[in-house]
């Protein structure tokens, strides 16, 4: 059932994002989807095969948008930003940074390196599941040109 509220939640987001990003109106479902999938690819990951290790989660949620991003944009012929972008916002570690900061200001700044130190990781690994996912499919197509 979380997984559920976890799913259309993220829907919500991405497509609200989607919305400030302006996408297009009749893409707009799609981003949600693209937001709903890298999600509960990463709380699906996290809580069942990497036993709560956020960073890897982060990855393979991120590998997951880029992918059916990738599917989207070749189907209905759109660019690839446009579901990507909206689709990684719920994955963007927004509440870690935010106790970043907040640790910062209250000067308690071994908190605050723990937390800066997981953000960087997290967002790292949403920058690298993107990029890998991206490779991978130039490297599919670049073999189904081939033959």
């Given at each position: ?29 799609h ?38 991003a ?11 930003i ?66």
């Amino acid at each position: 059932m979380t997984y559920v509220i976890h799913g259309i939640f993220s829907f919500l987001a991405s497509t609200m994002f989607g919305i400030i990003f302006n996408s297009p109106r009749n893409r707009l479902l799609h981003c949600g989807f693209v937001g709903a999938v890298g999600w509960l690819v990463f709380l699906a990951s996290r809580d069942l095969l990497l036993e709560g290790d956020a960073v890897k989660a982060s990855f393979l949620g991120a590998f997951a948008v880029a992918i059916v991003a990738h599917l989207f944009s070749k189907r209905y012929r759109t660019p690839m930003i446009i579901f990507s972008v909206a689709g990684i916002i719920p994955l963007v570690p927004g509440g870690t940074a935010y106790n970043t900061m907040r640790n910062v200001m209250e000067k308690n700044y071994d908190a605050a390196t723990v937390h800066a130190m997981e953000v960087f990781m997290v967002s790292g690994s949403i920058a690298m599941g993107l990029v890998f996912a991206e490779v991978i499919i130039q490297l599919i197509f670049k073999k189904r040109k081939t033959t």
